[in-house]
């Protein structure tokens, strides 16, 4: 019961992720087949991109929350988090 509980778990953690990235997909697909047929527009293009961000920060929102360290970096802006309460969060 442990097992599926754990796998259950992870599924859930990532949700958010596959749901953006199906999303992202769905839009580049239809885009093929909405006149102009073959073509796909820039705002396709956009909103893709924007779903993926919003799924690179949920991701890193999970990577902090476990903890982890996090780096974000696009052109020259970077976001770095670090936690140096490890050791507090491993004991508690």
Known sequence: MNTMRKISRILMADIWFHIFATTSLLLIVTSFFIPPTGVIDSSVFAGVGELFFFATLWEAHIAIKKGMDAKLTKDDITLEI???N????LES
Request: aromatic share 0%; no cysteine; proline share 0%.
């Open 82 to 84: 670090n936690n140096h």
């Open 86 to 89: 490890k050791d507090e969060l």
